[in-house]
């Protein structure tokens, strides 16, 4: 059973950081791929970053790129993604997603690619 926990959310003031974990299990994790992607109240989920497993091709929506970093340690089968010079509108439940990933195969920022979602953990970016 492939489970996906996501944590590291919490409350900070514009301009500040946070680091979410994602943590995997029961996922071969040399090929996979994880995306992290956010939906804020009253919009839509939408794609954030993206990491694959079998060529470290990373992916980043526009708003967050320069910002936000996505990384994996195959170690402890977790992947990151720290945020830095957040602001109000990175407000949002933050989930990490899942699927396998065939070798030169790469995945995007886009819902239909993942098979496992995680639950989901809340940042939240006051000014």
């Known amino acids: 059973e492939v489970r996906l926990v996501e944590s590291g959310g919490g409350l900070v003031q514009a301009g500040g950081s946070l680091r979410l974990s994602c943590a995997a299990s029961?996922?071969?994790?040399?090929?996979?791929?994880i995306g992290w992607f956010r939906q804020a109240p009253g919009k839509e989920r939408e794609g954030v970053s993206s990491?694959?497993?079998?060529?470290?091709?990373?992916y980043y929506a526009p708003s967050v790129k320069g910002r936000f970093t996505i990384s994996s340690d195959n170690a402890d089968d977790t992947v990151y993604l720290q945020m830095n010079s957040l602001k109000p509108e990175d407000t949002a439940v933050y989930y990490c997603?899942?699927?396998?990933?065939?070798?030169?195969?790469?995945?995007?920022?886009?819902?239909?690619?993942?098979?496992?979602w995680g639950q989901g953990t809340q940042v939240t970016v006051f000014s």
């Open positions: 029961g996922l071969a994790f040399d090929e996979y791929a």
């Open positions: 990491i694959t497993s079998t060529d470290g091709t990373t």
């Open positions: 997603a899942g699927a396998y990933t065939a070798w030169g195969q790469t995945r995007g920022l886009e819902e239909y690619e993942y098979d496992y």
